[in-house]
Nanobody
């Protein structure tokens, strides 16, 4: 019954900004990793950014310096601030959370529904 709800996508001109949000709900005991993936038509889904337990982050090379991933542990929410957007950033963006439902339990991956980001003039 874990659910991830995404928001913040839309249409923006090149150079513009968007902020994506992904809120997790349900019987989550702990979260190990929160990340954002994207998939453009004809392409494989790729990891855009991830934040590991604590504060460690990792970014796809093309978005380094432009995107910032952050989280609010109390709200179980992860964000992706996207600045200086380019047409090649156009894709469906998916949130993924790796979580435990109980102490010592197995870790499972949960996915958001996806939100469309379109960068076009």
């Amino acid at each position: 019954q874990v659910q991830l709800v995404e928001s913040g996508g839309g249409l923006v001109q090149p150079g513009g900004s968007l902020r994506l949000s992904c809120a997790a709900s349900g019987p989550i005991f702990s979260i190990d990793v929160m990340g954002w993936y994207r998939q453009a038509p004809g392409n494989q889904r790729e990891l855009v950014a991830a934040i590991i337990s604590g504060t460690s982050t990792n970014y796809l090379d093309p978005v380094k310096g432009r995107f910032t991933i952050s989280k609010d542990d109390a709200k179980k929410t992860v964000y992706l601030q996207m600045n200086s957007l380019k047409p090649e950033d156009t894709a469906v963006y998916y949130c993924k959370v790796d979580a435990l439902l109980r102490p010592g339990g197995s870790r499972y991956a949960y996915w958001g529904q996806g939100t469309q980001v379109t960068v076009s003039s």
